[in-house]
């Protein structure tokens, strides 16, 4: 049984940063991407980021671009995003998400096959 298991979310001020962590089990995620997708209130949900779990190739979404890095621990199977100067309008809740790594398709929600339950991040001004 695949499981995404977020942490690592909060209340934080405006210009602070936070560390989000996505635990996965259940299977291999060698030939896998992992995504970050997040979803405020009344809002779509959007991509974050992401990271290939095999050669580590990294996306961003450009609205983030340069207030975030993503990385991964191959050995405990965990994908991270730090968050660095955050903005109230950061506020949402954030979900990691996988996928097969087909080389494309990583900004698109519908594409990941295995989601998890999401951390509340919110961003105070």
């Known amino acids: 049984q695949v499981q995404l298991v977020e942490s690592g979310g909060g209340l934080v001020q405006a210009g602070g940063s936070l560390r989000l962590s996505c635990a996965a089990s259940g299977r291999t995620f060698s030939s896998y991407v992992m995504g970050w997708f997040r979803q405020a209130p009344g809002k779509e949900r959007e991509f974050v980021a992401?990271?290939?779990?095999?050669?580590?190739?990294?996306?961003?979404?450009?609205?983030?671009?340069?207030r975030l890095t993503?990385?991964?621990?191959?050995?405990k199977n965990t994908v991270y995003l730090q968050m660095n100067s955050l903005k109230p309008e950061d506020t949402a809740v954030y979900s990691c998400a996988a996928r097969m790594d087909t080389g494309y398709g990583v900004v698109d929600a519908?594409?990941?096959?295995?989601?998890?339950?999401g951390t509340q991040v919110t961003v105070s001004s």
Do not use: P
């Open 70 to 75: 993503i990385s991964r621990d191959n050995a």
């Open 110 to 117: 519908s594409g990941y096959d295995y989601w998890g339950q």
């Open 50 to 66: 992401a990271i290939s779990w095999s050669d580590g190739r990294k996306y961003y979404a450009d609205s983030m671009k340069g």
